[in-house]
């Protein structure tokens, strides 16, 4: 678990890095916009930057209970139905987007013939960390319902609730 931590670590850093960015970037475009010579790249810089944080701090940083759930049906199941509604709902996610990723790989791959409009950045290079999300929330999800079948169950369903005290990786 050492490692899963140090890994975490690192990603929370970036994570933080990623916002610093954003913010200065932002502050940067207001003051030069205060001082009449307004910067044209500014908010597509800050666009851009938004959406790698977001999705990588959505799938390296973020433990399951901290994402937005409508889990009011679940929460009423008793704990043998919760772990199996988990475990269908993890493989099914998994296998759709595993069925899937053939195209959204092959789509953003097509989007290297565009780039973006002040910076020029290719967009198959913007939009590939949704490629990266994707494939860590599967990682996520099968580790997840591997640890619903085989592993501490109890503890993995209070990880999902946000009940757990422990400072560990909810993976």
């Known amino acids: 678990m050492l490692i899963w931590n140090w890994l975490r670590r690192i990603a929370q850093v970036l994570s933080v890095a990623g916002m610093f960015a954003i913010f200065a970037v932002f502050i940067y475009g ?28 959505s799938a390296f940083v973020l433990r399951w209970s901290e994402f937005i759930a409508f889990d009011m ?13 988990m475990v269908l ?54 580790i997840l319902a591997g640890r619903l079948i085989f592993g501490d169950h109890e503890a993995a369903l209070a990880e999902l609730s946000g009940t757990d005290a422990t400072d560990e990786v909810a993976l």
């Open 30 to 57: 207001v003051a030069m916009r205060y001082l009449g010579h307004p910067q044209s790249w500014v908010d597509e810089v800050v666009t851009i930057l938004s959406t790698w944080v977001v999705f990588f701090t």
């Open 73 to 85: 049906v679940f929460r009423v199941l008793p704990p043998k139905a919760q772990r199996v509604s």
């Open 89 to 142: 709902g993890c493989i099914c996610f998994v296998a759709i987007f595993s069925y899937i990723s053939y195209a959204l790989v092959d789509y953003v791959q097509f989007m290297s013939i565009s780039t973006t409009d002040m910076v020029q950045i290719r967009l198959d290079y913007v939009y590939s960390i949704f490629i990266v999300f994707l494939a860590a929330i599967c990682v996520r999800l099968a």
